[in-house]
């Protein structure tokens, strides 16, 4: 069964460079989620969409920006990038339908150096 | 805003032996879902089990299962006859069932090590 893509899957970015992580849901899936999972921590919402439009945001940093496209694949924009964004940023996807089981990419690695 | 908790950082277990790891939450909703997340080495989250806060009835996968007490908020997760691939982390996670609010609020996790 297809499953969540995420791209890249690792990125070294220096100080205050950009970084664009892509994902691509299952199909027919409506709603992409980010997360943010530093060294040791648990997952950290940033943000979601459902059809296109922003439905929930979190934790996101200012410098972070995110959008849901017509073909529902997803794109993290990080700009200004720190020491501290270094870590594992997931993709996940689900349908609409309530309690839905959310299925998560494999990650993207992002070292900020 | 719901909350989980994972009392144990660290858990171990004999292979082939049983372990159980707790996860307890704080919510005011009525209608919600749980579930356990495995995160091997790999980094991957990878669905364990999952629950519907209306069913009584645990849910069970295999050799994983879960005891729900709603009352009491604590959804805990039972591993049978423990195998070295079950080594990994092991995340709690609570979902609302109201619209507007469906993303997965997380635990802090607990490390499990499976011993031969």
């Known amino acids: 069964a297809a499953g969540v893509i995420q791209s890249p899957r690792h990125l070294i970015k220096e100080k205050r460079e950009t970084a664009t992580l892509k994902c691509y849901p299952i199909?027919?899936?409506?709603?992409v989620y980010w997360y943010q999972q530093g060294p040791g921590q648990d997952p950290q919402f940033l943000i979601s969409f459902y059809e296109k439009m922003q439905s929930d945001k979190g934790s996101i940093p200012d410098r972070f920006s995110a959008q849901q496209f017509s073909d529902y694949h997803s794109e993290l924009n990080m700009s200004s990038l720190e020491l501290g964004d270094s870590a594992l940023y997931f993709c996940a996807s689900s349908s609409r339908l309530p309690g839905n089981t959310i299925y998560f990419g494999e990650g993207s690695w992002l070292t900020v150096v | 805003a719901q909350t989980v908790t994972q009392s144990q950082p660290e858990m171990s277990v004999q292979e082939a032996e049983t372990v159980t790891l707790s996860c307890t939450y704080d919510t005011s909703e009525s209608d919600y879902y749980l579930f356990w997340y495995k995160q091997p080495p790999s980094r991957q989250m990878i669905l364990v089990i999952r629950?519907?806060?209306?069913?009584?009835q645990n849910a069970t996968e295999n050799r994983f299962s879960v005891n729900f007490q709603k009352a009491a908020k604590s959804f805990s997760l039972k591993i049978s006859d423990s195998q070295l691939g079950d080594a990994a982390m092991y995340f709690c996670?609570?979902?609302?069932?109201?619209?507007?609010?469906?993303?997965?609020?997380f635990g802090k996790g607990t490390k499990l090590t499976v011993n031969p």
């Open positions: 199909p027919r899936h409506d709603t």
């Open positions: 996670a609570y979902r609302s069932g109201q619209g507007g609010s469906e993303k997965l609020v």
């Open positions: 629950q519907e806060a209306y069913k009584q």
